[in-house]
């Protein structure tokens, strides 16, 4: 199983979440991309080399680099791609 990296950015926008239940969506979803990393969509232009994830109505931006995954960012999809 590959290292999981959480970036500033990340933890930032993840303690902005108050609700209880997106807080688990999100545990789980961490364990979904350790357990599979190519599952979520691979971006392209600017954001090229990340993917993204859907935990609706937020995305979670993620890199994958050999052993490691680098959770970046997860935010409201309207705000995540800028």
């Given at each position: 199983?590959?290292?999981?990296?959480?970036?500033?950015?990340?933890?930032?926008?993840?303690?902005?979440?108050?609700?209880?239940?997106?807080?688990?969506?999100?545990?789980?979803?961490?364990?979904?991309?350790?357990?599979?990393?190519?599952?979520?969509?691979?971006l392209r232009y600017d954001l090229s080399?990340?993917?993204?994830?859907?935990?609706?109505?937020?995305?979670?931006?993620?890199?994958?680099?050999?052993?490691?995954?680098?959770?970046?960012?997860?935010?409201?999809?309207?705000?995540?791609?800028?």
């Amino acid at each position: 199983m590959q290292k999981v990296i959480y970036t500033e950015e990340f933890k930032r926008d993840v303690r902005k979440v108050k609700d209880k239940k997106v807080q688990d969506r999100i545990r789980k979803m961490v364990k979904k991309i350790k357990e599979n990393p190519g599952v979520g969509k691979p971006l392209r232009y600017d954001l090229s080399g990340l993917r993204s994830i859907k935990l609706p109505p937020f995305r979670r931006l993620y890199e994958i680099r050999e052993e490691l995954i680098i959770l970046h960012k997860f935010e409201h999809r309207k705000e995540v791609y800028i």
